[in-house]
């Protein structure tokens, strides 16, 4: 992170860091550098250091810099997807043999990179409830390389200690890996509590408009963020510069729009928990959440994730997706419209028949901005 911006709070740093003023016109907001290749001032004479987008480009610097300065790391770097971003992570750090711990709870697309794809290459995996630090510590062994957590987990909002897995991880001279999708860095900073990387998918709520895909690394070290941007620019999955724009306009309103995210999912989990037709809420904003003391001590607030259960099964919980009409039936979340899904046939079907597989009578809420009242009559509709 860069000096200027280490001493700010996190509401100035995520309107200011990478956002400079175009030094020609004086453009407040830095331009959308649709360009593929520069000119040179002569062979191998770079101007700023730009040669081709694929390896860098201003508009994505702009985003990248920010990204480093709001998660408190040494190099931020931005990716078309967030998948694309953990694929570079994963090829950048192991080589066939290795190990990796990953999370009983996590988002469908990244049980499939592992299952379908990086085990193909020759690298396992064992599978740990990284809510409990034995059950990892226990999964780790001697070609281990990783750990990776989510934390708020997807979809049943687990939380992770990762203080105390970061103990571990350093005990073992592994990595540690978090994904902060879920809380964003307004709410959680997972490199300050001992993390080495951070993921994210930008499309959520970092760009938290519906209106962009983008994926991130931060990372705490700065060789190695020099050995993911080496990477990055050799695999090429990189964000392009009109997206990068608009990640970085949605950063801008990322600590209001979470602080909203966060009031309206308290209250409809409260709504939820009195529902007599939900068998369970799972929200670590509630104290009867496992995880609440740990979410608490780690969180600024709660985030905008809930995911409950309802009575009569799969049928039951499919009809409530159906039913809802405010709450649009989608894929995703982040955005500033709420969204409801069924995890088990939606974005969780590829986990599955797996250890990660999720219960066919969950329902999952992106909890967006809108009034509350509306969000919660929604839901009453719905249940019935």
């Known amino acids: 992170m860069s000096d200027q911006h280490s001493h700010q709070n996190f509401e100035t740093r ?3 860091a990478g956002n400079t003023a175009d030094p020609l016109t004086g453009a407040v907001v830095p331009p959308i550098y649709q360009v593929s290749t520069y000119k040179q001032d ?9 040669e081709y987008s694929r390896s860098a480009n201003p508009t994505r610097t702009a985003l990248e810099e920010n990204l480093a300065a709001l998660e408190g790391g040494r190099r931020g770097l931005a990716f078309a997807s967030g998948l694309a971003a953990e694929d570079c992570l994963l090829r950048t750090l192991l080589v066939p043999g290795d190990h990796v711990v990953i999370p009983n709870d996590a988002y469908g697309g990244t049980f499939r990179l592992f299952a379908k794809v990086v085990q193909r290459w020759g690298v396992d995996f064992s599978v740990a409830n990284t809510s409990d630090v034995d059950s990892v510590r226990g999964a780790i062994n001697d070609r281990t390389k990783l750990i990776w957590v989510e934390t708020p987990s997807n979809p049943l909002l687990g939380i992770t200690d990762i203080e105390a897995v970061a103990g571990v991880a350093r005990q073992a001279g592994v990595k540690l890996v978090v994904d ?5 860095p307004y709410l959680q900073q ?7 990387v951070v993921v994210h998918s930008l499309t959520k709520y970092m760009g938290g408009h519906s209106d962009v895909v983008g994926g991130a690394l931060v990372a705490a070290d700065a060789e190695l963020g020099e050995e993911l941007a080496y990477h990055q620019n050799a695999m090429g999955a990189v964000a392009g510069p009109f997206d990068s724009w608009i990640v970085l306009r ?3 309103t990322l600590a209001v729009r979470m602080d909203r995210h966060s009031e309206n999912a308290t209250k409809v989990a409260d ?9 369970q809420v799972l929200y670590p904003g509630l104290a009867e959440h496992p995880g609440h003391e740990v979410a608490a001590k780690q969180m600024r607030s709660f985030g905008g994730m ?3 259960r309802v009575e009569g099964g799969e049928a039951a919980a499919v009809g409530v997706c159906d039913r809802a009409k405010l709450f649009t039936l989608g894929e995703s979340l982040g955005g500033v419209e709420s969204l409801i899904e069924h995890p088990g046939r939606m974005t969780h079907a590829s986990v599955a028949g797996s250890a990660l597989e999720v219960p066919a009578d969950l329902v999952r809420l992106s909890v967006g901005i809108e009034n ?3 969000l919660i009559a929604d839901l009453r509709e719905a249940l019935g």
């Open 372 to 374: 509350v009242d509306d």
């Open 306 to 308: 809930i995911s409950f």
């Open 180 to 184: 902060n999708t879920f809380a964003s």
């Open 14 to 16: 995520a309107i200011h």
């Open 42 to 50: 002569g062979v191998g004479g770079l101007r700023g250091g730009y």
């Open 271 to 279: 709504f939820l928990t009195r529902h007599p037709k939900v068998t």
């Open 190 to 196: 997972p490199l300050a509590l001992g993390a080495d």
């Open 250 to 252: 949605g950063i801008k």
